[in-house]
T-cell receptor, first 114, second 110 residues
Framework: KAGVTQTPRYLIKTRGQQVTLSCSPISGHRSVSWYQQTPGQGLQFLFEYFSETQRNKGNFPGRFSGRQFSNSRSEMNVSTLELGDSALYLC?????????????FGSGTRLTVV | QQQVKQSPQSLIVQKGGISIINCAYENTAFDYFPWYQQFPGKGPALLIAIRPDVSEKKEGRFTISFNKSAKQFSLHIMDSQPGDSATYFCAAQGDYKLSFGAGTTVTVRA
């Protein structure tokens, strides 16, 4: 079956712009999470959604937001981009998010802010 | 603060050798402990995972050892192969999120 699909794969944006990243989970998976990966901070949790409800949010500024649609697809948005937002943004999906055999990650969106 | 501490940062092992990566956690509310393998340009892939009521789990050449009282767990890669060269992350799951260790870069020399 198809894995977690993230689009686009690469993105270059200018400081101050905003960006929207998209994630399609594995069919049947209802939990979608987002993570930021950087060489300095490693993998950091952004937020988790289940059935369109945010169940947890990481320690990121309000410029980072997300949402989940009724078909479980998810988007995350970063407004007023800063140079430090350059990172690999990873989406992960799971059946329920707990006791469900772990999360499956997509290949990520590489965001570069110039 | 880092909720999961991972060591070493990197290791080099000869083909056929054993790689050992250690992790420690503080939050006793964590209820699932997965290990992920990541290759350059790819997202992390689930390798093996364990629940805290189990002390050891083996899948092929990969074994997790779990010590609940010490709040430590480790990954053993037996008979290491060049294809195992990757970055390995331990993680702890709880409250609908994964807390990751900093990662260990494993290099297997042929």
């Amino acid at each position: 079956k198809a894995g977690v699909t993230q689009t686009p794969r690469y993105l270059i944006k200018t400081r101050g712009q905003q960006v929207t990243l998209s994630c399609s989970p594995i069919s049947g998976h209802r939990s979608v999470s987002w993570y930021q990966q950087t060489p300095g901070q490693g993998l950091q949790f952004l937020f988790e959604y289940f059935s369109e409800t945010q169940r947890n949010k990481g320690n990121f500024p309000g410029r980072f937001s997300g949402r989940q649609f009724s078909n479980s697809r998810s988007e995350m948005n970063v407004s007023t981009l800063e140079l430090g937002d350059s990172a690999l943004y990873l989406c992960a999906s799971s059946l329920w998010g707990v006791y469900s055999g772990g999360y499956t990650f997509g290949s990520g969106t590489r965001l570069t802010v110039v | 603060q880092q909720q999961v501490k991972q060591s070493p940062q990197s290791l080099i092992v000869q083909k056929g050798g054993i790689s050992i990566i250690n992790c420690a956690y503080e939050n006793t509310a964590f209820d699932y402990f997965p290990w992920y393998q990541q290759f350059p340009g790819k997202g992390p892939a689930l390798l093996i995972a364990i629940r805290p009521d189990v002390s050891e789990k083996k899948e092929g050449r990969f074994t997790i050892s779990f010590n609940k009282s010490a709040k430590q767990f480790s990954l053993h890669i037996m008979d290491s192969q060049p294809g195992d060269s990757a970055t390995y992350f331990c993680a702890a799951q709880g409250d609908y999120k994964l807390s990751f260790g900093a990662g260990t870069t494993v290099t297997v020399r042929a």
